[in-house]
């Protein structure tokens, strides 16, 4: 079985510093890996994800993620944060391999808070 | 707009009550899914349908039912047997039941004990 591990409960920076929130997993074959951001009394919403091909990924509002396989992890970085990124990061994993009818479970991680100060 | 909907945004349970949490989405998507949330435990699956009719059991699926008579709805009922019911409830759905498939949340349903 696969599981997420977020090395940190709570992240505060000052605005237009760089963050890095980590995740890292665990699972013995491929995996499909994502970041969901969550505002306050709100639901998920997908940041971005790794299916396969290049290992650095990128979202629309300036986050990227490296897979790094050998590390087994999947880290959130933004070189220059703002009020608005204050959220909670949820670092997920599905198994690859899961094909057809089989249901591929989607496996959280404890969540990051980040926020921003300005 | 396309989006899934929950309702209502806080619910209240006395003891020994069933109450049943609504989901609908017009996305026409086939899977639904419904999580639970507690603080400082990320997300846990309760159940989840790839097709009108048909349901499987998540992690922690004791204490809760649900229902799959429509594409667009997957209701979830938390029954009395659910013994620490207090939480932040996701439905979520995806195009079919499969691993690359995004997964859509709806805004989440409080749910509070009395």
């Known amino acids: 079985a696969q599981s997420v591990t977020q090395l940190d409960s709570q992240v505060p920076v000052f605005e237009e510093a760089p963050v890095e929130l980590r995740c890292n997993y665990s699972?013995?074959?491929?995996?499909?890996l994502f970041w969901y951001v969550q505002y306050p009394n709100q639901g998920l919403q997908l940041l971005l994800k790794?299916?396969?091909?290049?290992?650095l990924v990128e979202s629309i509002n300036g986050f990227e993620a490296e897979f790094n396989k050998s590390q087994t992890s999947f880290h959130l970085r933004k070189p220059s944060v703002h009020i608005s990124d204050t959220a909670e990061y949820f670092c997920?994993?599905?198994?690859?391999?899961?094909?057809?009818?089989?249901?591929?479970?989607?496996?959280f991680g404890q969540g990051t808070i980040l926020t921003v100060h300005p | 707009d396309g989006g899934i909907t929950q309702s209502p945004k806080y619910l209240f349970r006395k003891e020994g009550q069933n109450v049943t949490l609504s989901c609908e989405q017009n996305?026409?998507?086939?899977?639904m899914y419904w999580y639970r949330q507690d603080p400082g435990q990320g997300l846990r699956l309760i159940y989840y349908?790839?097709?009108?009719?048909?349901?499987q059991k998540g992690d922690i699926a004791e204490g809760y039912s649900v229902s799959r008579e429509k594409k667009e709805s997957f209701p979830l009922t938390v029954t009395s047997a659910q013994k620490n019911p207090t939480a932040f409830y996701l439905c979520?759905?995806?195009?079919?039941?499969?691993?690359?498939?995004?997964?859509?949340f709806g805004p989440g349903t409080r749910l509070l004990v009395l």
């Open positions: 979520a759905s995806s195009t079919r039941l499969a691993t690359q498939e995004t997964q859509y």
């Open positions: 699972s013995s074959v491929s995996v499909y």
């Open positions: 790794y299916l396969s091909g290049s290992t």
């Open positions: 997920a994993v599905r198994l690859a391999n899961a094909g057809g009818t089989s249901y591929g479970k989607l496996t």
């Open positions: 996305l026409n998507h086939d899977a």
């Open positions: 349908s790839q097709i009108v009719n048909d349901f």
